[in-house]
């Protein structure tokens, strides 16, 4: 609890630090009077365009994060399932590609992917970074416009805004927190890398996630994939994802004692994430 209250701090003062950057090219890296002219009105008027472009800035820079863990995730070998942006997803069933709406409190996107057959050395470092590559690369060719383009005016604002939300970006998912109660990718990357059983763990949800996507049932895959978790390993979030598949297929085969009995063993780990917990309540309800 008391890390995810310091990864909670953390990322609210990233937010600061990315809203002030964004302060600095709206005022101090622009031509004020230029910009927004001499006018209370007019003043008032054109910061509030201002800050309507920091939210479009955070936007733009959201579909180049998911494209790029989709980018990076092809390079690798994985293959496409669903891209959301907000709650806007667009996901491939039965072969065909559906909008559907779609949310999950604490992210602003997500890509997600089938990935290759498992081995043990499975790629994923490119795979989960692949959104803070992407962001750093077009954060810095907008930093580069910036800096040659013509000063006081709107589309200047609004790159070096681009750059600067992009930046933060790749802060705050590239440095291993849990905000909301979701793992971000560099904290998903450094799990990966430390216990094999969460590699493990990462593959068969995203290659459950890619049958599922495809009309399998959970009933009809083999039961000893979805294992209990123990030990040391109830304190890792991306394992406890698997007790939580392991509950979901109880419920699937209709055993159901089954399912009350994990569920609340699963409601007992301390590593299950926030949303996993709230979900498994509702299901003992």
């Given at each position: 609890?008391?890390?995810?209250?310091?990864?909670?701090?953390?990322?609210?003062?990233?937010?600061?630090?990315?809203?002030?950057?964004?302060?600095?090219?709206?005022?101090?890296?622009?031509?004020?009077?230029?910009?927004?002219?001499?006018?209370p009105r007019d003043f008032v008027l054109q910061m509030a365009f201002c800050m309507i472009m920091v939210f479009v800035a955070f936007f733009v820079q959201a579909v180049i994060h998911e494209f790029g863990h989709?980018?990076?995730?092809?390079?690798?070998?994985?293959?496409?399932?669903?891209?959301?942006?907000?709650?806007?997803?667009f996901i491939k069933e039965g072969g065909k590609l559906r909008i559907k709406l779609y949310n999950i409190v604490g992210t602003g996107g997500q890509c997600l992917m089938m990935p290759p057959p498992w081995k043990e050395n499975l790629p994923t470092v490119l795979y989960n970074f692949g959104g803070c590559i992407l962001n750093f690369i077009t954060s810095l060719v907008f930093l580069i416009i910036f800096i040659f383009m013509?000063?006081?005016?709107?589309w200047a604002v609004f790159v070096g805004m681009l750059s600067a939300v992009g930046f933060g970006n790749v802060l705050l998912n590239g440095i291993p927190l849990q905000v909301g109660g979701i793992?971000?990718?560099?904290?998903?990357?450094?799990?990966?890398?430390?216990?094999?059983?969460?590699?493990?763990?990462?593959?068969?949800?995203?290659?459950?996630?890619?049958?599922?996507?495809?009309?399998?049932?959970?009933?009809?895959?083999?039961?000893d994939w979805f294992f209990l978790p123990s030990g040391e390993d109830l304190f890792d979030p991306m394992v406890c994802t698997v007790g939580v598949m392991k509950y979901n297929y109880f419920f699937d085969i209709h055993d159901f004692k089954s399912a009350e009995l994990m569920a609340e063993y699963m409601l007992r780990a301390p590593g299950l994430l926030g949303i996993h917990?709230?979900?498994?309540l509702c299901e003992l309800l």
């Open positions: 609890m008391k890390n995810i209250k310091r990864d909670n701090a953390i990322a609210r003062f990233l937010y600061i630090i990315v809203g002030a950057v964004c302060g600095i090219f709206m005022i101090f890296a622009s031509d004020p009077e230029k910009l927004f002219g001499k006018s989709l980018l990076f995730g092809l390079l690798t070998g994985y293959k496409f399932i669903s891209f959301r942006i907000g709650n806007v997803m013509e000063k006081g005016t709107f793992s971000n990718d560099g904290r998903n990357s450094f799990l990966l890398g430390k216990n094999p059983v969460a590699l493990r763990s990462f593959w068969l949800q995203l290659y459950v996630n890619g049958l599922i996507s495809e009309g399998e049932r959970m009933r009809n895959m083999p039961g917990k709230n979900e498994l």
